[in-house]
């Protein structure tokens, strides 16, 4: 083992050059893999160091439509040190008289105990309690300086919400509580839960939550209580999260953020390991003469093997340090920049799992794609030095099959380990395996073909040369295609990712939305609103539907919290309305509606979409959740719902009697003039002062900031992975390079000029690219296609335009790469190549 | 009684040998019985791919014969392993390739030392630096294959065949790349360390005074032994 060793060290100190491809590809698959485990860390530091706070308590029991029963608050007092009562629901906060000026708010109606963590700033400063106690009987209140402005206040003015006046005590500048910070759709406004009662705005049937907050006692675990929470309150629609969960309104982001990122890293792996193979065939190649004068001088297989095997860990050790530093340093450097652009507070710092964790995998993806040459290595045989054969061909002995076996199983573990889903990566897997057979197949077909068309060549040199190297037996032309095809495919599907991704966010933004929202229209209020709408030339349109908000709690009779993958539909409170005959516009895709006058027992419309992914059909049933009652329906059709239009688009539709009695409100979407917005606007607000109406165009531009931050983030993690990407080619240029610098020097010693072997390079290149690419394309497609469906959730639509690109580019990059490469054997003698050969 | 006479150095049995070739198969050797006696310096000529190198070949144990058998020291080489010959010619012979085939990633020194490792001896650099003083090259031990001319690449080679002691020297054309002064410097040390340690010698040649000094000269033509 000492002799192995001490040869290996040997070899190296005059071969490090020759790992250059190596140390490049392997550092950057495991750059992509720290980057990624980095980034994900700081992430969980940065929400376990502000969840609680930003939660506003260790805990936060959420209820929609109504205050915590006495049983619930009950238990609530008795498990938690402290408990706080916020109010949340949006409303219209009026300032003036009769030039009235409205602004859409977000309120959040607090207790004494408010904050549990954390505090409010004020401007002028003063104490919260203070503020809110109000002036000469009339309440107080604190909102945001942009609220105030926009309403024309300044402290110590007075304005309106629903019926009721507070005082303007203080400007809010600073608050803890800022989960949903991001995506709120107005700026807030804290005011006395006590002092609303008067305002009209909490009345049965209105759309508000109530949010329980707990400071648990030191030492409790959060887990428990949740579970004791359910036990004790089965049926009761009582939502849970804690400081360790993620944050309200965040899950769909933080979602496809991290699926994004896992698939960033196993693109940056894969394409690694296809640099890592390449070079270590390229290395091989250069190293048969030297291994067989060594099997000539008395060296066994295994020490051959050993020597080799030795120097690839060596080389290995040092990309993997290479690659820590780079998926690291940059972090760290630039951690203000990127933090900015996360939707989340993120920590950066030195992480030790996400190290450690990078360095297996780059020990891993090592090892699986050099085991197979270095196998080949103790097969290489000493006739070798007087005639070209005696090379390694064929599989390797049983013990390297079964290490390779070994090590990809346990590759497998750890990428079902990090991205967590083991569906997804045994499909990835699955599809390596596939498109590495495709293209094994294009590449002996492109072989077959070439040799076929050489009748075509006839008179053209370059294009003789350029077939007959892509012919030759033993060549280089299998691994090539098979090194490009990998690497181009992998690279073609992160672009489709990227830009379904793009596309599914920015398809969020509401094209043909309404002109308004509007929520909270009481049901003795409908009547009159539709009637002040009516005879109004400017308004388009204007559909209203009863609201109310239940959780699905079992489907089939399964709850819920065991139905496997979590859809979305599954997670928080969902729109329910009911009708007696199907809305307008209504698609029905299965079964049929339910008769206009039923009262039989709770029928259901569900969403077909959603329908899919929870495998429900017509016959089914589905629980619902709704004020604390649970509904059990029997799914009698299907609907085709649009919910990217920011249109009224509820999931589960009821018959009516299902729901006789419940109290609700009803929301209306209107669209009308852009010139009589304004009017309408004014007029609606003053004639129902309890009733919100949302302008879209504020929440549309508060949701393109949004998508628009995390458009930009997803596109400069995919553009620095294609670029690494695109360095790894260069070095698959370089396979069967010692073949045609040979071949070179043969061509040119009988006379074939620089022009035409160039040619003929530049032939090779685009003949074993079009194997290579087509092949590539499908794979990038079909790869692009199960992320996005399997892992994201979101619509697949092929992006040709970035799949040319990709594949397109990735060809152009290795064939320029490849002239690169040739320069050298071009402008030298031939005598001199000829020479070094011999 | 009488005393049997010495086993032969290297004994070879009706050998051929077929090589695969892009038009089918090619013979290159055809039953080919030669004894080469221990001590006895043999000389193996004949036109270009008459077959002379892929005898020595096969006698080296680097090409495995189709047919009949190949006997070195006693040892069957067709019955061991490809590992099994490796270890024997570690242990019992040195070759020299008429292009060297030095490692070009090692110094002149580690290139002589490496066999002398790979049989695990204990000094093996102070005795790797006396074989090449011994061939002239005290000076180079530092230098890399690239750094040296071809003579000078011809005395490593040899220093390297020589460094174990083998009782089996094989030599393929050892001087065809090199020039009239450099051939005959190399060919004398060849010679020179053949006597000094007693080494069974078999060199390809296509020289006539190369030829001339070994002690028995057999002519290959076609692949066959021809008187």
């Not at chain 1, 300044?154 to 600073?174: E, K, M």
């Not at chain 1, 569900?606 to 509904?631: K, Q, Y």
């Not at chain 1, 018959?655 to 109290?663: E, I, T």
Request: charged share 15%; proline share 6%.
């Amino acid at each position: 083992m000492t002799l192995a060793l001490r040869l290996a060290l040997r070899d190296l100190r005059g071969a490090l050059a020759s790992f250059r491809l190596f140390l490049a590809a392997l550092a950057v698959g495991v750059a992509a893999i720290a980057a990624v485990g980095n980034v994900t860390a700081a992430i969980e530091a940065g929400l376990a160091r502000d969840g609680a706070t930003l939660l506003g308590g260790d805990a936060e029991i959420t209820l929609t439509y109504r205050f915590a029963r006495p049983d619930e608050r009950a238990f609530m007092d008795a498990t938690a040190a402290r408990v706080s009562e916020v109010v949340a629901f949006r409303s219209l906060a009026v300032a003036g008289g009769d030039a009235a000026v409205r602004a859409l708010t977000e309120v959040r109606g607090v207790d004494d105990a408010y904050p549990l963590l954390g505090e409010v700033v004020l401007d002028p400063p003063m104490p919260l309690a203070q503020a809110l106690a109000g002036r000469d009987g009339t309440p107080g209140a604190v909102m945001e300086p942009v609220l105030a402005s926009r309403l024309g206040l300044t402290p110590g003015d007075r304005f309106r919400l629903g019926a009721r006046d507070y005082v303007l005590a203080a400007r809010l500048t600073g608050w803890p509580d800022d989960g949903d910070g991001g995506f709120g759709f107005g700026p807030r406004l804290i005011l006395r839960t006590a002092d609303l009662a008067g305002s009209g705005l909490i009345a049965e049937g209105t759309l508000f939550s109530t949010l329980y907050r707990l400071r648990l006692p030191l030492g409790t675990d959060a887990a428990t209580v949740h579970a004791e929470l359910d036990r004790r309150f089965p049926d009761s629609g009582l939502r849970w999260r804690d400081a360790g969960e993620g944050l309200p309104g965040t899950e769909q982001v933080v979602d496809r953020v991290g699926a994004f990122l896992m698939l960033l890293g196993l693109a940056g792996l894969a394409v690694g390991g296809v640099g890592v193979g390449a070079a270590v065939r390229a290395w091989l190649a250069r190293r048969v003469t030297t291994i067989a004068v060594m099997r000539t001088l008395g060296a066994t297989g295994p020490v051959i093997a050993a020597a080799h095997l030795f120097q690839i860990a060596l080389v290995t050790l040092a990309g993997i340090a290479l690659g820590l530093a780079l998926g690291t340093l940059p972090l760290l450097l630039a951690a203000p920049a990127i933090a900015a652009l996360l939707p989340l507070p993120a920590v950066f710092g030195l992480y030790p799992v996400p190290l450690a964790q990078a360095t297996s995998y780059g020990l891993l993806v090592a090892a699986l794609f050099t085991l197979w040459p270095l196998a080949r290595v103790e097969r290489i045989r000493p006739a070798v030095l007087i005639r070209d054969s005696g090379g390694a061909g064929g599989w390797p002995r049983w013990p390297w099959l079964l290490a390779i076996a070994a090590v990809l199983a346990l590759l497998v573990l750890a990428a079902v380990r990090f991205t967590g889903t083991a569906r997804l990566t045994l499909a990835v897997f699955a599809g390596i395996a596939v498109t590495l057979g495709l293209l094994a197949l294009a590449g002996h077909a492109t072989r077959l073909v070439a040799r076929a068309s050489r009748g075509l060549a006839r008179g053209r040199p370059a294009l003789r040369l350029a077939l007959a190297s892509v012919a030759a037996r033993g060549g280089a032309t299998v691994a090539t295609v098979l090194a490009l095809g990998l690497g181009l495919g992998t690279l073609s599907a992160v672009g489709q990712i990227e830009g379904n991704l793009r596309a599914s966010l920015l398809a969020g933004l509401p094209r043909a939305a309404p002109s308004f929202f509007v929520l909270d229209i009481q049901p003795d209020q409908i009547d009159a609103f539709r009637a002040r709408l009516a005879g109004d030339p400017a308004v388009r349109s204007l559909e209203a539907a009863p609201m109310l908000r239940g959780i699905i709690s079992a489907v089939n009779g399964v709850p819920a919290a065991d139905i496997p993958g979590a859809p979305w539909v599954l997670r928080g409170d969902r729109g329910v309305t009911y009708a007696a005959t199907p809305p307008e516009g209504t698609v029905l895709t299965a079964g049929a509606w339910w008769p206009e006058d039923y009262t039989g027992p709770p029928q259901m419309s569900f969403s077909a979409a959603e329908a899919e992914t929870l495998g429900l059909h017509p016959g089914d049933t589905v629980t619902v959740n709704i004020l604390g009652r649970e509904i059990t329906a029997t799914v009698t059709s299907l609907r085709r719902v649009e919910f990217q239009s920011l249109g009224m688009g509820f999931v589960i539709v009821l018959d009516p009697a299902a729901l006789a009695g419940a109290p609700h409100s009803w929301i209306a979407t209107l669209t009308a003039d852009r010139a009589a917005e304004a009017r309408l606007f004014d007029n609606l607000t003053a004639a129902f002062p309890n009733i919100t109406v949302i302008s879209t165009r504020a929440a549309a531009a508060r949701v393109a900031e949004v998508v628009g931050k995390a458009a930009l983030a997803i596109r400069v993690a995919a553009g620095v992975t294609l670029g690494a990407g695109f360095l790894v080619l260069i070095g698959v240029a370089g396979t069967g390079e010692a073949e045609r610098r040979r071949e070179t020097a043969i061509a040119r010693s009988l006379g074939a000029s620089r022009r035409v072997m160039l040619s003929s390079l530049v032939l090779r290149m685009a003949l074993i690219g079009l194997a290579a690419g087509v092949v590539a394309l499908a794979a990038g497609f079909l790869g692009g296609w199960a992320v996005s469906r399997l892992a994201m959730d979101i619509a697949f639509h092929p992006v040709w335009p970035q799949a040319v690109a990709v594949v397109a580019g990735g060809i152009a990059v290795a064939t320029l790469a490849g002239i690169g490469l040739a320069l050298g054997p071009l402008n030298a003698r031939p005598a001199s190549l000829l020479r070094a050969r011999e | 009684m009488s005393d049997s006479p010495p086993e032969p150095a290297i004994m070879l049995r009706d050998v051929g040998l077929t090589l695969a070739g892009n038009a089918g198969p090619v013979d290159i050797l055809h039953g080919i019985t030669l004894d080469v006696a221990r001590g006895e310096a043999l000389g193996l000529v004949g036109p270009s791919g008459s077959g002379k190198s892929s005898l020595l070949m096969v006698m080296a144990g680097l090409e495995p014969p189709g047919r009949g058998s190949v006997t070195a020291l006693g040892r069957d080489l067709g019955a061991l392993s490809e590992d099994g010959r490796a270890l024997f010619r570690r242990d019992h012979m040195g070759v020299v390739f008429q292009s060297f085939h030095l490692i070009p990633t090692l110094t002149a020194l580690e290139n002589v030392a490496l066999p002398l490792e790979l049989a695990h001896v204990g000094d093996a650099m102070s005795r790797a630096r006396g074989e090449l003083a011994a061939v002239g090259l005290a000076h180079r031990t530092g230098h890399y294959p690239a750094q040296l001319s071809g003579g000078e690449q011809g005395r490593v080679a040899l220093a390297r065949a020589a460094a174990t002691r083998p009782e089996l020297l094989l030599a393929d054309e050892p001087t065809g790349s090199l020039d009239a002064a450099s051939g005959q410097a190399v060919m004398d040390l060849l010679f020179d360390l053949r006597a000094r340690h007693g080494a069974t010698l078999v060199l390809v040649t296509h020289s006539p005074e190369l030829a001339a000094r070994c002690d028995r000269v057999v002519r290959i033509e076609d692949g066959r032994i021809v008187p």
